[in-house]
């Protein structure tokens, strides 16, 4: 992966903070899309929506194109559905704590 490390940190945390709109988005995307590829549009819907186009444009494409910030939001999304499962596993996790149904994307 190209991605700078610092880069990839910040936005997977940023991901993390923001985890719980994920069931919520997915889904708004699967009924209103016309995506072909429902994953990578809402990889990039995430991270346009928790980071932000500006510090996008002026951090990450100084270097990288589509491709690799792809790969690495691909990574990223890895990592926190891994953490997710692992945690629902051990019981630490309760789903209804990371995701509320009456929840509204504001």
């Known amino acids: 992966m190209k991605m700078k ?15 719980h709109w994920t069931p919520l988005l997915r889904e708004s995307i699967a009924n ?3 995506a072909r590829d429902h994953d990578k549009r809402f990889r990039w819907d995430m991270l346009y929506t928790v980071i932000g ?22 990574a990223i999304m890895r990592e926190i559905e891994s953490c997710e499962e692992s945690a629902l596993d051990r019981g630490v996790l309760e789903q209804s704590a990371w995701y509320d149904t009456s929840a509204e994307l504001t």
């Not at 490390?5 to 985890?19: G, K, M, Q, T, W």
């Not at 500006?54 to 691909?74: E, F, G, K, M, P």
Request: aromatic share 16%.
């Open 53 to 74: 186009s500006r510090w996008i444009c002026d951090n990450v494409y100084s270097y990288l194109d589509d491709s690799h910030i792809d790969t690495a939001l691909r």
């Open 32 to 34: 209103e899309s016309n």
């Open 5 to 19: 490390l610092e880069h990839y940190n910040y936005i997977l945390d940023a991901f993390r903070s923001n985890v």
